[in-house]
């Protein structure tokens, strides 16, 4: 299999991306992070130079050609530890997805990777994840998505469960694919500390 380039925003400190990486079917090509501080831990670990501007402010000539797009966008509008305004967030987080979008309309890549908290797929009744799967439909992909919980993927104590939307240019794509098989935990907290 060829190596498939990825573009990565909302990047934080990197954790997706080098997940990826890990496979050897992956290669970061750009990274996209506003905020400075994660991106101090992304450079540390990587050598992308990552780009800290706004992705209102990022234009899709500007971002190198690439096959998967990776995108952890933010969550506080939709998360139960916020005020759940979704779309309506007075701070325009709920609608940086549709920043993406604008990325995927215009550079139109192979696979498509998502991820936010659980309660996006129930945020406003699901009418928000509705949306969302309905612009990636217009935007001619073919999605699965599923809520999984790290720890029983990678056998590290820790209950994280969030929402994955997979998306793929080509229907058998999607209609191959399936989420992983959970692993045990076997890792206690004892163990890490």
């Known amino acids: 299999m060829k190596t498939l380039k990825c573009a990565s925003f909302f990047a934080g400190v990197g954790g997706i991306d080098i997940g990826f990486e890990k496979t050897n079917n992956f290669k970061v090509v750009y990274a996209n992070e506003i905020d400075p501080y994660p991106v101090k831990t992304y450079e540390l670990n990587s050598n992308i130079k990552v780009d800290c501007r706004d992705i209102k402010d990022v234009k899709s000539d500007e971002i190198p050609d690439f096959d998967v797009l990776l995108a952890g966008f933010p969550c506080q509008a939709f998360s139960i530890a916020g005020r759940r305004k979704g779309f309506d967030d007075e701070k325009g987080r709920g609608t940086l997805f549709f920043e993406v979008a604008r990325i995927i309309k215009e550079k139109q890549p192979k696979i498509v990777f998502l991820e936010n908290v659980k309660n996006l797929a129930s945020h406003n009744d699901g009418k928000t994840l509705e949306t969302i799967l309905k612009t990636l439909d217009r935007l001619g992909y073919y999605v699965k998505s599923d809520i999984l919980n ?33 692993i045990q935990l076997t890792t206690k907290l004892d163990d890490v500390i």
């Open 150 to 182: 790290a720890m029983d993927y990678g056998n590290t104590p820790q209950n994280r469960e969030r929402i994955y939307i997979v998306c793929f240019k080509d229907e058998n794509l999607r209609n191959n694919f399936i989420f992983p098989e959970k």
